[in-house]
């Protein structure tokens, strides 16, 4: 038995030194006997070597001493018994395993010569990297390197198995021989494979340099590219460099230029951002200036010295001086109503009574005037078909100038598809009417390119009439969307 003296024996170089130490036959033989049972039981793995050292001194001891009871020769007859046993059964084990190691290592051998012969490897899915169009032979050289490392892996594993295994070192030499050809065989391949992974990582990267950068990294070949998008790119590309296998000096490399390109859109950013500011500053104080010239003007019209007279030459001189303004056409549009408005007072009854009188020396002009008066507040009584009819005779009479049909026409369109979809309205018949509309846009466009420069007004008046005709369209797709929604 295994006492608690010998348990502490637990190292053969112990177990020799406290042998040396007992003088008894009778102690060596129980240091001895506890070592040879403890060999066979130690951490679940017997210590065959520890073993054999053990019974050889047990044995020296039991021929020096032929008159040891017999109790311990039964129990080392015994303990040599269970050690053959053991080490038949681990002797069985160690051969089954090895022989499966040869089936194992026979597939990773048919494997790798396929492999070397070209044969084509599983890709690798980069698809949760947007941004980027052609990545396929990115795809296919990152499959083609995680199968070999898989592979490069999977052999050290059997490896390391075959070191801890319990076999004979013959049979563990060669079967790491086995494992280290294989291994020696793929590792140029997986080099390789790398460093082309890298060049054309590196070739992806300058790309995207060559089509956003210029060669000195300065400024932006396009600027319609939003610098939020290309920062997302450039981050993007960073992402897929930590993603991808690429040796060390590939990855240095293409995070130089990548760094490079998002300092230089840093920099490009900031001067965006002052020349919007500037701009803003600029815009705010040419309002400033405009709303200043209007309170002169204002101001000139309390002093009289703009009258009912000069009024028009005056008014002419201010819009002439608006045309080069930075102004959007609403603001220019709102300046021109302010100015109406400060020189509506100057239209006094007797201005009026002599504009009439004027009006109605020409008695076609009188008639004319007075029809399209009666035409616009007819238009302007919306949803009524009573005057919409009345309306529609009166422009049959007609014949309107262009500047009285860009005015007219699309107020009258406007009430027509009003009155229209009263009457009746289905999604046929308002994709019918979007087309009228379409056409009628298209129309007043081609119109409108026949303007010169030089008549203001003219010009604003069309854009009033193409914006009325905008909001017809918006109407209408709004109507259709509606009526697709309702089907669905």
Same mark, same amino acid.
Request: some cysteine; overall charge neutral; proline content about 2%.
């Given at each position: 038995?295994?006492?608690?003296? *010998? ?10 030194? @406290?042998?040396? &130490?007992?003088?008894?036959?009778? &102690? ?12 066979? $039981? ?8 520890? !073993? ?19 109790? %311990? ?58 941004? !980027? ?7 296919? =050289? ?44 793929? %590792?140029?391949?997986?080099?390789? #494979?790398?460093?082309? =992974? ?26 319609? +590219? ?29 995070? $130089? ?27 705010? *104080? ?46 220019? /549009? ?28 020409? *008695? ?5 005037? +007075? +029809? #399209? ?14 005057? !919409? ?16 049909? +860009? ?10 598809? /009003? ?17 009228? $509309? =379409? ?7 081609? #119109? ?21 005709? @905008? ?13 697709? &929604?309702?089907?669905?």
């Amino acid at each position: 038995m295994l006492t608690g003296e *010998n348990q502490s024996c637990q190292t053969i170089e112990a177990f020799l030194i @406290k042998l040396s &130490e007992s003088t008894s036959p009778e &102690e060596k033989l129980t240091l001895s006997l506890g070592f040879m049972n403890y060999s066979l $039981i130690k951490d679940k793995v017997p210590y065959f070597k520890g !073993f054999w050292q053990a019974k050889e001194k047990a044995f020296e001891v039991l021929k020096a001493w032929p008159e040891a009871p017999l109790v %311990i020769w039964s129990e080392y007859k015994e303990l040599c018994s269970e050690f053959h046993r053991i080490k038949t059964t681990v002797d069985l084990i160690a051969s089954s395993t090895a022989e499966h190691i040869e089936l194992s290592l026979q597939s990773f051998e048919s494997l790798i010569n396929k492999i070397l012969q070209g044969e084509e490897l599983p890709p690798y899915s980069l698809i949760h990297f947007p941004g !980027f169009g052609n990545r396929t032979n990115l795809e296919k =050289l990152q499959g083609a390197f995680l199968t070999i490392h898989s592979l490069i892996e999977q052999l050290s594993a059997v490896r390391q198995e075959v070191l801890t295994g319990s076999m004979k070192m013959r049979l563990k030499n060669r079967l790491i021989a086995s494992v280290n050809i294989l291994i020696e065989k793929i %590792i140029p391949l997986r080099k390789n #494979i790398k460093n082309e =992974l890298s060049s054309c990582f590196l070739l992806l990267v300058d790309d995207f340099i060559h089509v956003h950068f210029d060669e000195t990294l300065k400024a932006l070949r396009s600027t319609r +590219i939003p610098f939020i998008h290309l920062q997302k790119e450039i981050k993007i590309l960073h992402a897929l460099a930590q993603e991808l296998a690429l040796t060390g000096d590939g990855f240095k490399k293409s995070r $130089i230029l990548l760094t490079s390109c998002w300092q230089t859109l840093s920099t490009l950013h900031t001067q965006y951002k002052k020349k919007v500011l500037a701009d803003k500053i600029s815009l705010d *104080n040419h309002k400033k200036e405009v709303a200043s010239k209007i309170d002169s003007f204002r101001q000139a019209v309390k002093n009289q010295s703009v009258n009912s007279l000069n009024k028009e030459d005056k008014k002419r001189a201010f819009i002439g001086n608006l045309k080069t303004s930075p102004l959007s056409r609403e603001e220019l /549009s709102h300046c021109l109503e302010e100015v109406d408005r400060i020189l509506k007072p100057l239209d006094t009854e007797e201005e009026r009574a002599r504009n009439l009188v004027i009006k109605t020396s020409n *008695n076609l002009k009188a008639a004319r005037d +007075i +029809i #399209i008066e009666k035409l616009h507040g007819l238009i302007d009584v919306e949803g009524s078909k009573k005057a !919409f009819l009345e309306a529609k005779e009166l422009l049959e009479t007609l014949h309107l100038t262009l500047q009285e049909r +860009i005015e007219i026409e699309p107020c009258y369109l406007d009430l027509k598809d /009003s009155i229209e979809r009263k009457e009746s309205n289905s999604l046929e018949e308002e994709r019918l009417r979007h087309g009228k $509309i =379409l056409k009628q846009s298209s129309e007043l466009k081609k #119109i409108g390119t026949t303007f010169g420069g030089s008549d203001f007004e003219q010009a604003l008046l069309y854009n009033k009439a193409l914006k009325k005709h @905008k909001e017809r369209l918006q109407q209408s797709e709004l109507l259709i969307k509606t009526f697709e &929604e309702a089907i669905l």
